[in-house]
């Protein structure tokens, strides 16, 4: 090949570089095998797999090989670890949007799935780690019309300000297009709205001045505010994948360019069908921009949940360091800082009380009003309202690992994603506008062959009106919207969705299943009942169990040991403690001997019991755990031991019953601890004793009686409960909230936020009902009135001016319905 040959051929596509992480190995000799199987992947070169680090590195000449580079570690025996990367994406407007970045994303080597939300703006793609260049996936979305960038905080304030700006120029260009597009109206249609106006502006102007300046100003609306339209619209027709854009500059460009040939050379067209349509386009063009401007202000509402969440976080904290009090912002704190909290401030960071009280106010956490008292030693979190005294704080965690960012990022989550029926909504729209612009085809050709003379006229209106009716903005906001307001709004109720898919799988559960301690209980026994025998007193029985229990480590040991500290009564020093597995403990204490246990355990020792039998079984039928106390042989006294009911937790039980659910117990506790415990809240499907694979063996069964279950757990013991139900419903605290088998969070430990959870999923699926209704009847009702099809049958033919502004206002109508939610009772 000669010199001029070679500057002629096209340049060799730079190498792809990866470095993926591999999971699975253990020694050299895994090493090795990995870099076997790399180097046979067609063209990679610079093979190194790096055991301390976990990872492989390697270039691959071809980007197509990209998948081969991960499967081949696969089915070498190794692992590479599934990743998210989430882009916002900009440019979408409509469904077609949606699909038409998804095919581009799903197209790129080494991507197993992509997800893009129109609401949120933002797609989220998987694919292996370390496989696939995010720089890859950009030039993607921009390979497909749109702009995308990395979805980080930076970067959605970032989008946030594009989109303010966006909807600031929207206002703009709609004011801007009213005003050029009054006069139009007003010389077209002013004599059949003004007695006298148009022989008057006739005898004014006279008819080529008229229609001169209708012209111009048309031509200015469609050049300048108009713009938009053509530059989104014609490169996606011409691309073959038209949008929402393509369908409004087909119809406003053929009523602007068919008005034009009306008034330059009428004679091009057929008698009688010489007729203005300036009015149509650019009344099209203005009622779309002040309904997209009206969409870009109510759809700002949507995401406020986000907002105020983020906003919570002070922007600067007091820090105390080498003894100064010194204001640095919220970025520069570090981990082991001292921060200084005063009263009415909010909480700079996660962390530790290390001096001083207050009361916080943490409703932003749990949905819980009341403030809750922190001393040292106490877990804070940022972003919470401190109230009256001040107090200092030892920082545990800050950035991403906060639970502000945490909660942050479980509604962005939620929010993101898609629900199944979702899907079905995707498939329908990927055709919907090809379809639209098939339909205006269809109906020009038939007016054209079979409309009434001139035909062309009544043809061209009609096929306009068709193109401009057509809304596939509503479908492909309908869904996303409503999850957007509704687990916005759940957060401020502290029920925290982990993803969209909880919202339909709550909204069909058909039974509430809980566990005991921990969930209905409060998951620390106390103290509940004291009764002493004949020649005993009361503190004097408490004080000698508690001396023996304190050398105990049972829980309800520790019950009774703080109880008699709650009264003042002195714990003494045992001597001969002895305790007996499943019986009970016994010690001499100040010279007596004492016992504690069961009864089984006052026969063992010959102990007579007759005296508190009754007590102790009625206590026992009412889920307490009786325990009989022998001073020196004798029966002193009965002591119970129960964990209390929380708080509410009949009224959740009372709520969930009403919403016509079955509400059941599934615990490991015991059968007469339980029954007494589902007595007193109105409980009557119980599965006691169970073991954490009972409990799957329990929902199980229950998911054969009576349809849907959701299990209600604390997110630890009861996890394979929770993986196992339709909706696994954790109760978390407000410093511990990665609950991962779950997949709704509950931030308090109050049962009014399960009734909420459910609550908030029946509404948002029937708001979004109501809006895939709206969006998919608006289109099969009007389309076909679009067409004329009632016209032979006496009906009305509809303007497109009329159904410009229908479609504008049918996005607005979507978004305000899914905003509804916002005020929610819960």
Not at 490 to 500: C, H, I, K
């Amino acid at each position: 090949m000669d010199a001029t040959a070679a500057l002629r051929a096209p340049a060799a596509p730079s190498p792809v570089r990866l470095s993926i992480p591999v999971e699975g190995m253990t020694c050299a000799s895994c090493v090795g095998r990995v870099e076997r199987v790399l180097r046979a992947v067609p063209g990679a070169s610079e093979v190194a797999v790096n055991l301390a680090t976990g990872r492989a590195s390697l270039a691959l000449g071809d980007p197509g090989a990209i998948p081969l580079a991960a499967q081949a570690i696969g089915e070498a025996g190794y692992t590479v670890p599934e990743a998210n990367t989430t882009l916002a994406v900009t440019g979408m407007t409509c469904a077609s949007c949606v699909g038409r970045v998804e095919r581009a994303l799903a197209r790129v080597p080494g991507v197993t799935g992509a997800t893009v939300n129109l609401a949120t703006k933002r797609a989220v793609i998987r694919h292996p780690e370390g496989v696939v260049p995010p720089d890859t996936l950009v030039e993607a979305v921009r390979g497909a019309g749109y702009e995308a960038g990395a979805a980080d905080n930076a970067a959605d304030t970032e989008r946030d300000g594009r989109a303010e700006r966006e909807a600031t120029a929207l206002r703009g260009d709609a004011v801007l297009s009213a005003a050029l597009a009054a006069p139009i109206v007003l010389l077209d249609m002013g004599g059949h709205l003004i007695l006298g106006f148009g022989a008057a502006l006739h005898h004014a102007l006279g008819p080529a001045a008229n229609v001169a300046i209708q012209a111009v100003l048309a031509t200015l609306v469609l050049a300048w505010p108009g713009r938009r339209f053509f530059r989104q619209g014609l490169p996606t027709l011409l691309g073959g994948h038209p949008d929402m854009n393509a369908l409004v500059a087909l119809g406003a460009g053929s009523a602007y360019l068919y008005s034009l040939v009306s008034a330059l050379a009428p004679g091009t067209l057929p008698p009688g069908t010489a007729h203005l349509y300036f009015e149509a386009a650019v009344l099209i063009v203005t009622l779309i921009l002040v309904g997209r401007a009206l969409e870009a202000r109510a759809r700002g509402r949507t995401g406020a949940a986000i907002t105020r969440l983020v906003g919570l976080a002070p922007r600067m904290a007091r820090v105390i360091r080498d003894g100064r009090e010194e204001a640095v912002a919220l970025a520069a704190l570090r981990v082991g800082d001292i921060v200084r909290v005063r009263p009415g401030e909010r909480v700079a960071a996660d962390g530790t009380v290390v001096a001083g009280s207050s009361f916080v106010d943490e409703s932003m956490i749990t949905g819980e009003p009341v403030p809750v008292r922190k001393a040292p030693g106490d877990a804070t979190v940022g972003g919470t309202l401190n109230t009256t005294g001040g107090f200092d704080l030892r920082v545990g965690q800050v950035g991403a690992g906060t639970v502000l960012a945490q909660i942050v990022r479980m509604v962005q989550a939620a929010q993101g994603a898609k629900l199944p029926i979702q899907a079905l909504v995707d498939r329908m729209t990927e055709w919907f506008v090809p379809a639209v612009i098939a339909a205006a085809v269809l109906t020009f050709l038939a007016w054209l062959v079979l409309g009434p003379s001139p035909a062309l006229g009544l043809a061209l209106v009609n096929a306009v009106a068709v193109l401009i009716i057509a809304c596939p903005c509503a479908m492909g906001l309908a869904t996303p919207t409503s999850i957007m307001v509704g687990t916005g709004r759940a957060a401020e109720a502290g029920v925290l969705f982990r993803n969209g898919t909880a919202l339909q799988a709550l909204r069909d559960v058909r039974v509430v299943a809980f566990d005991k301690t921990g969930t209905l209980t409060e998951g620390r026994p106390s103290l509940t009942d004291l009764v002493p025998a004949p020649g005993f007193g009361s503190d004097t029985v408490l004080a000698l169990a508690a001396s023996v229990e304190a050398r105990s480590e049972h829980p309800l040991a520790l019950a009774i040991v703080e109880a008699a500290r709650d009264r003042g009564l002195r714990v003494a020093l045992v001597d001969a403690f002895e305790a007996t597995p499943g019986y009970g403990v016994s010690g001499r204490v100040e010279g007596h001997a004492v016992a504690i246990g069961a009864r089984r355990y006052m026969d063992r020792l010959g102990i007579a019991t007759d005296a508190l039998t009754a007590e102790a079984e009625r206590l026992e039928g009412k889920g307490r755990n009786p325990l009989l106390v022998a001073v020196d042989g004798r029966l002193a006294g009965l002591i119970a031991v129960a964990d209390p009911v929380k708080a509410g937790a009949a009224g959740a039980v009372a709520a969930l019953q009403a919403r016509g659910l079955i509400v059941a117990m599934v615990t490991g506790d015991g059968v007469a601890a339980a029954r007494g415990v589902a007595r007193e809240l109105g409980i009557a499907e119980v599965a006691a004793e169970m073991l954490p694979g009972g409990k799957t063996e329990a929902i199980r069964a229950l998911r054969g009686k009576y349809g849907p279950v959701a299990f209600v757990g604390d997110g630890i013991n009861d996890a394979p409960a929770l993986a196992e139900a339709d909706g696994g419903i954790a109760i978390g605290t407000g410093t511990d909230i990665a609950v991962e088998s779950a997949d709704v969070v509950l931030m308090g430990g109050a049962l009014s936020g399960v009734v909420a959870a459910i609550t908030l999923s029946r509404a948002v699926m029937r708001n979004i009902g109501q809006n895939l209704f709206w969006a998919f009847a608006y289109n099969v009702a009007l389309i076909p009135v679009a067409a004329g099809l009632l016209y032979p049958f006496g009906g009305p033919l509809l303007s497109p001016v009329l159904a410009a502004g229908a479609m504008a206002l049918s996005s607005v109508f979507v978004i305000g319905n899914a905003l509804r939610l916002r005020r929610a009772k819960v």
